[in-house]
């Protein structure tokens, strides 16, 4: 079952939002942290197309000289974990004070920090290579551009950035998932060449994108881009 069916939507009209969206989706995916990680872990083992980008990814660090991956959105830390399989020194930080306490569990030894990609606390330049899996779908379309230039921000020049999401147009409010557990978060769906105008200006080179269907999404988008020098 794609990641996205894991819970009930309602179509809504976008925005307007205020800082109160943070606060919902922090609360729902502490309700929803135990079993979002049962129902989760094993979707990378039917998503061969993603490994191979993940490998790509992890290739394209190696090439920058290696050096810290953070994985931001990380919830229940199962790309961390994977990052870490393939032998990046990968992190995680996520909104949830729950999802990080199952990825901790879950991923003994690994580094996992509570913070928010609208506010990123890292070091300018500090890790060689960033990855955002599906957890830009909750950030509203007013607020990816300051996302972005955090991300860009803490990257190394020339340091890979890999993004995923749903491809479509419009917004769902995310009602029940992972469980028949009540939720209250948006989930935006894009399209690429919107995607690809808000990397670029924020300073990044796109340097491949797909849209696929697998157990991840039913119309998932991959975005690979690098930080311009």
Known sequence: MPLE?????????????????????????DLVAASYAEL??????????????????????????GGPVVDVGCGTGRITGHLRKLGLDAFGID?????????????????????????????????????AWYSLIHIPDDDISSVLTHFRRVLRPGGPLLLSFHVGDGSKMKTEGYGGHPMKVYVHRRQHDQMIEWLNEADFAVEAHKTLTSAESKLGGIILARRQP
């Open 5 to 29: 069916d894991l819970g009930s939507v309602r179509s809504v009209e976008p925005g307007p939002y205020t800082d109160d969206w943070l606060a919902d989706t922090r609360t729902s995916y």
């Open 40 to 65: 989760t872990r094993h979707l990378l083992d039917e998503t061969p197309e993603e490994r191979a980008v993940l490998a790509l990814f992890a290739e394209l660090v190696r090439a920058q000289g």
């Open 95 to 131: 909104l949830s004070p729950g999802m990080i306490d199952v990825a901790r569990r879950d991923q003994p030894g690994v580094r996992f920090d509570l913070g928010s990609m609208t506010d990123l606390t890292l070091a300018d330049a500090s890790v060689t290579g960033l990855v």
